[in-house]
């Protein structure tokens, strides 16, 4: 996601208690707790020692990579990221404009009829669901924050529309608040080839990875990672044979 250059800037752990009992009693194969994969100690510090080089190779691949999202503030960011869900972020770039202009501010998208916010964002899809999600995020904010986005996580994943991975991407790009790594489709694509996680569900990705990097690196790493998704890391027939990472990569084709 691109920032303009005037830019203002995802497991609960609990015990299990037995009982004593005599005899104790017979469980059937679906209670059996399964015991953690041999190796998995090993996979993740082998993933350590390589995640320094890693990044160093993609910071020196894409030494541009930002937020590819334009906004000048914390609310258009926020805007602009509900919009690109299931959305390229160049189209988000197209509609973007036209809306700051008509609701600057929260209090003014508070305010617009849905039939109307709906026409100006319909291209960027699953439009009404999306209407639903400004008209109460920028609510709430107007409501309860005077107006201004808040710069916590725990305020941020309450509003309407936002989630974890949103809130990453405000806190990181529009406040330089480093509290998570963004998980999309090209970092999960990403991190799995390059084995830093056999996850598939992004918050346990995202705990698979903030371990391996350090803490003020967590915003610029999904911006690599993502880059490399989109240009060598592909989805469907990756480009092995031009990746920097391709010594590194469990999965490299070379």
Known sequence: MRSSRSRAAGGVSFCRM???QNPPPTRSKSTVRKKPAKGSASRRAAAAVRAPEIFALLHRA?????????FQNPFQLLVATILSAQCTDKRVNMVTPALFRRYATPEAMSGAKPEELEEMIKSTGF?????????????????EYGGVVPSEMEQLVK????????????????????????VDTHVTRVSQRLALTKNSDAVKIEQDLMPLFPREEWTLLAHLLIEHGRQICVARNPKCDQCPLS????????
């Open 247 to 254: 010594d590194l990569c469990p999965s490299s084709r070379v």
């Open 62 to 70: 894409y030494p541009d990579a930002h937020c590819a999202l334009d």
């Open 127 to 143: 439009f009404r669901n999306k209407t639903r999600s400004l008209l109460g995020m920028s609510a709430a904010i107007a409501k």
């Open 18 to 20: 037995r009982q004593k």
């Open 159 to 182: 509003l309407p529309g936002v989630g974890r991975k949103t809130a990453n991407v405000i806190l990181g790009n529009a406040f330089n608040r480093n509290e998570g790594v963004v």
